[in-house]
């Protein structure tokens, strides 16, 4: 969506809160041998103290509140009883929302206690790449130039990017144009960022895959080469200088 008024604004600014919130709160409260299904259960609370409502389970009837993704699964992860989280686990939780006609996006990878297994590498790897994209994003930008600074950045610190996963316009709905917002340049894409839009920018930075495949149960994704991935993402609205980060209550870019 483009906004054009305060209204809209404070509308974006509200779904906003609710989603960064409650990811916050859920990364904070994951722990070892807590399952994925009472942490998706604890957010969906959280979100429901808000007013708001599921995203992933209102358009597409999601089985689950949250998408949770447990190491090898790289993101849409359903939230099960059967998942326990233990120590060193690589994490990603994406909370994305309704509230009164207004939606946004936020997602966040982790370790669940002590990093036993080095993915904090990867993990402040992609969450760097989402900062300094989002900084380099104003109106005018070719969207695939930001394509661009994302995957030259991966590959300074050794890591690939997922080619068939990228960012998204939204606001009035999950998904809506500018879509396809890749980790990479797209020689093809003359698109340029529109000031007063908002857009989902997510950052998809894998140590040895580069397309992600869904798994036996309709939802998960994994890498078509196995490994691991990490994933973050913020809703902004473009500007002519520096983006407004619509989702920053989450931590990531305090």
Request: charged share 20%; hydrophobic share 35%; aromatic share 8%.
């Amino acid at each position: 969506m483009s906004i054009t008024n305060e209204s809209e604004l404070a509308g974006m600014q509200k779904v906003s809160e609710a989603v960064a919130y409650t990811l916050k709160e859920m990364t904070r409260y994951a722990q070892p041998g807590m399952t994925t299904k009472e942490l998706d259960d604890f957010g969906a609370g959280i979100l429901s103290g808000f007013g708001a409502r599921s995203a992933p389970f209102l358009t597409y009837g999601f089985p689950g509140c949250t998408c949770i993704s447990v190491n090898h699964e790289f993101c849409h992860g359903i939230p099960a009883e059967t998942r326990v989280l233990r120590e060193g686990d690589l994490i990603n939780i994406d909370v994305s929302a309704e509230l009164n006609g207004y939606w946004a996006d936020n997602g966040n990878s982790f370790i669940i206690g002590e990093d036993l297994h080095q993915h904090g590498k990867l993990v402040d790897a992609s969450r760097t790449i989402l900062e300094k994209a989002i900084s380099r994003i104003s109106g005018g930008v070719r969207i695939a130039d930001i394509g661009h600074l994302m995957e030259t950045e991966a590959r300074k610190r050794g890591f690939r990017v997922i080619k068939n996963l990228g960012g998204h316009g939204v606001g009035r709905s999950l998904h809506e144009q500018p879509d396809e917002l890749m980790n990479f340049r797209n020689r093809f894409d003359t698109r340029r960022f529109r000031k007063n839009s908002v857009v989902a920018i997510e950052t998809f930075i894998s140590t040895t895959s580069h397309i992600a495949v869904e798994l036996s149960d309709g939802w998960t994704m994994a890498g078509n080469k196995g490994g691991y991935m990490a994933q973050h993402e913020h809703t902004i609205m473009v500007t002519d200088g520096k983006p407004v980060i619509l989702t920053r209550a989450n931590g990531i870019m305090n």
